[in-house]
């Protein structure tokens, strides 16, 4: 099993960046394919970025272009550079893992983009 923490979060103005962090504990990090969702209020939670285990990642339409998911297999942590914020980026981002039929979640980072 894993257990997942965000941190990174907090208030961001439109135009502006922020850097997302996923930490892991548990066994065997490299084996699981991440990904970053998140969920603003009154929607559907929807997946953002996904990176499997050898470095492939997808992104959804809106945020192609601007945001980056990476991980560090060595620090047990996946990461989502968010550059160009806008309004319609405000939501709880949380972190998933997932191998095989076993998937876990983080308790999730509120991501306010106001001026």
């Known amino acids: 099993q894993v257990q997942l923490v965000e941190s990174g979060g907090g208030l961001a103005q439109p135009g502006g960046s922020l850097r997302l962090s996923c930490a892991a504990s548990g066994r065997l990090f490299s084996q699981y394919a991440m990904a970053w969702y998140r969920q603003a209020p009154g929607k559907q939670r929807e997946l953002v970025a996904h990176?499997?285990?050898?470095?492939?990642?997808n992104y959804t339409d809106s945020v192609r272009g601007r945001f980056t998911i990476s991980r560090d297999n060595a620090k047990n942590t996946v990461y989502l550079q968010m550059n160009n914020l806008k309004p319609e980026d405000t939501a709880v981002y949380l972190c998933?893992?997932?191998?095989?039929?076993?998937?876990?979640w983080g308790q999730g980072t509120q991501v306010p983009v106001s001026s």
């Open positions: 998933n893992a997932r191998l095989q039929f076993y998937t876990a």
């Open positions: 990176i499997t285990t050898v470095d492939e990642t």
